[in-house]
Structures are given as C-alpha cells and as structure tokens.
C-alpha cells in the first residue's frame, strides 16, 4: 500500500490529453514539491517533473505538473504511442513511514 | 555527464546478505551534496525508497527497512554500497541506484543507474 495514491491505469487516444493524479497529506504532498518520473518498459525511471511543474532540460513541454493542497496531478498533451509507459510521483515525507515516498504507479495506455 | 551502474550478485540465497555496488563515472561522489540512494522495484510492482547516504556520511532508511538495511560510501572508489540483510523472497526486485541533489527542497532524482535484477532463491 503505497503513501501516495494513484490511480492505476489511464488512457487516452494519441493526440488527446491526460492527467494522472497523484493524492497524499499534509505530512507528504501537502509541505513539499512533487517529482514525476516516467518508466518506458524494461527500462529504469526517468525524471519528468520536478519542484512541482518544472521540467528537466529535453522534457518536452507537453509534459506538465501542478499541485494544489495535498494533490498533484501531470498532465501530458499531444499524446504519443511512445508515451506509454507507467508514470510515478513522489516527495518527501515527514511521518514516520518513509523518508522518501512513491506513489503505486500510474499505466498510461495510448490506445 | 555523471552515470550509474549497479553491480553485483543477481541470485542470493533466503536468510543471506544481499550487497550491491553503485559506481559514480563522469563525476566524484564527494564532490557537491546529493543524495547517494537506493531504490527498488518488484516485478509488475511500484517503486519502493530503501535509503540514502548523504555526501557527509550520514544515512537515512526506510523504517520498514531499517534493521536490515545498510548503505555506505567509498569515495577512493567512488561508489556507495547497499547492505541488505536476512533477505527472503520478498526481496526479490529489480534495484536501482539513484542520485538526488540536496541543494533546494523541490530537487528530484535526476539520474538513474539502469537497475540489477536481484533474485532471492535457493
């Protein structure tokens, strides 16, 4: 059971928008920046977003973040086959369960 | 540009000490503050923070980790270690070794090793 919920599977048709959501509380989320990555099949995480809505050098900017209390959602634009992947946010965590928590992941399905 | 490789035994055996190595190249591991990190992933399953070792020295674990876990640095070698004791099948996953800048709060995991398949069998 993951300390940041998120859904477990989206999908859209290529060209259209997503968003993934990404929920926690006031001891995650709700006092600290969020983090998207993305992992293509078979390979290893990649940062997406950091500081909530800022992008990495050569993430193009179809990939957005926002955050709002103790939520965050990234948003992707102009969808692409190649953007299927699974898509995980995190942060850091002030209770006693994690320093650093991930959310269970999100399958993105461009269909 | 600074890269990770993980290294070591990909098959342990129940109750043994799963070790795993991350080299650092293109960079020095002493150098700057980050967050020197493992991470880990079970097949078809979400990704799971096992801790950290700061540039200093100073480690952080994941409490449901903590009395088995530990992290370390060798910086003539410039790499950190993973220590993971009294290991079970639940164990089993893909690890990967991670960096997180400490400069500004909203820093991120920005660079991946590309992950060591550990499997823990007899």
């Known amino acids: 059971q993951s300390v940041l919920t998120q859904p477990p599977s989206v999908s859209a048709a290529p060209g259209q928008k997503v968003t993934i959501s990404c929920s926690g509380s006031s001891s995650n989320i709700g006092n600290n920046y969020v983090s998207w990555y993305q992992q293509l099949p078979g390979t290893a995480p990649k940062l997406l977003i950091y500081?909530?809505?800022k992008r990495p050098s050569g993430i193009p900017d179809r990939f957005s973040g926002s955050k709002s209390g103790t939520s965050a959602t990234l948003g992707i634009t102009g969808l692409q086959t190649g953007d299927e992947a699974d898509y995980y946010c995190g942060t850091w965590d002030s209770s006693l369960s994690a320093d650093w928590v991930f959310g269970g992941g999100t399958k993105l399905t461009v269909l | 540009q600074v890269q990770l490789q993980e290294s070591g035994p990909g098959l342990v055996k129940p109750s043994q000490t799963l070790s795993l190595t991350c080299t650092v190249s293109g960079g020095s591991i002493s150098s700057g503050s980050y967050y020197w990190s493992w991470i880990r992933q079970p097949a078809g399953k979400g990704l799971e923070w096992i801790g950290r070792?700061?540039?200093?020295?100073?480690?952080n674990y994941n409490p449901s980790l903590k009395s088995r876990v530990t992290i370390s640095v060798d910086t003539s070698k410039n790499q950190f270690s993973l220590k993971l004791s009294s290991v079970t099948a639940a164990d089993t996953a893909v690890y990967y070794c991670?960096?997180?800048?400490?400069?500004?709060?909203?820093?991120?995991?920005?660079?991946w090793g590309q992950g060591t398949m550990v499997t823990v069998s007899s």
């Open positions: 070792i700061y540039t200093s020295g100073s480690t």
């Open positions: 991670a960096r997180l800048p400490a400069a500004r709060p909203g820093d991120a995991f920005d660079i």
């Open positions: 500081e909530n809505n």
